[in-house]
T-cell receptor
Framework: DSGVTQTPKHLITATGQRVTLRCSPRSGDLSVYWYQQSLDQGLQFLIQYYNGEERAKGNILERFSAQQFPDLHSELNLSSLELGDSALYFC?????????????FGPGTRLTVT | QQQVKQSPQSLIVQKGGISIINCAYENTAFDYFPWYQQFPGKGPALLIAIRPDVSEKKEGRFTISFNKSAKQFSLHIMDSQPGDSATYFCAASKASNYQLIWGAGTKLIIKP
């Protein structure tokens, strides 16, 4: 158990809908990362927050947005969902800002868009 | 320049054999090279990491070999076991950057 929690575990929704994925980082970690992993694909970095502020952006679509709250939990909002958005979404946390800090991954949220 | 190229995409090794996964990078500013291991249905977890001031790091059956001049690093799994069957990701970062640059992953299957 990494100490990172993600909810929900599974999500099934229809095209055009909007969903919110939630992540609670490990106690003491200030950085939160969001990743997308499609079936048999690698990890696509989406976005990073550090202590409430956006710090790095990867291949995140304009239909996706995220935020980190004062209690350090984070939410990833996915809107106008398309079939291609079906994937595993991972949240990871680390104690520091730089990429050289170990990232602890949550169990993921499996999103299915029908 | 930001890419990390990982090979092979998949690998089948007999139990007891040596598994070798390779990664190559272009950006000479990278100074941290971790390997993550991911089991099906789970998130990746840090396995072992190296910095460019050493050419090799060993932790149990897992060894990272680092070749700075060739801009390559590799993961060696000695005495591979069925429990090592997983997807392995290499990655790289530089101190001034806030994110890891990930390889595409290698699906390793150890046959009993």
């Amino acid at each position: 158990d990494s100490g990172v929690t993600q909810t929900p575990k599974h999500l099934i929704t229809a095209t055009g809908q909007r969903v919110t994925l939630r992540c609670s980082p490990r106690s003491g970690d200030l950085s939160v990362y969001w990743y997308q992993q499609s079936l048999d694909q690698g990890l696509q970095f989406l976005i990073q927050y550090y202590n409430g502020e956006e710090r790095a952006k990867g291949n995140i679509l304009e239909r996706f947005s995220a935020q980190q709250f004062p209690d350090l939990h984070s939410e990833l909002n996915l809107s106008s969902l398309e079939l291609g958005d079906s994937a595993l979404y991972f949240c990871a946390s680390s104690v520091g800002l730089a990429g050289s800090y170990e990232q602890y991954f949550g169990p993921g949220t499996r999103l299915t868009v029908t | 320049q930001q890419q990390v190229k990982q090979s092979p995409q998949s690998l089948i090794v007999q139990k007891g054999g040596i598994s070798i996964i390779n990664c190559a990078y272009e950006n000479t500013a990278f100074d941290y090279f971790p390997w993550y291991q991911q089991f099906p249905g789970k998130g990746p977890a840090l396995l072992i990491a190296i910095r460019p001031d050493v050419s090799e790091k060993k932790e149990g059956r897992f060894t990272i070999s680092f070749n700075k001049s060739a801009k390559q690093f590799s993961l060696h799994i000695m005495d591979s076991q069925p429990g090592d069957s997983a997807t392995y990701f290499c990655a790289a970062s530089k101190a001034s950057n806030y994110q890891l640059i990930w390889g595409a992953g290698t699906k390793l299957i150890i046959k009993p």
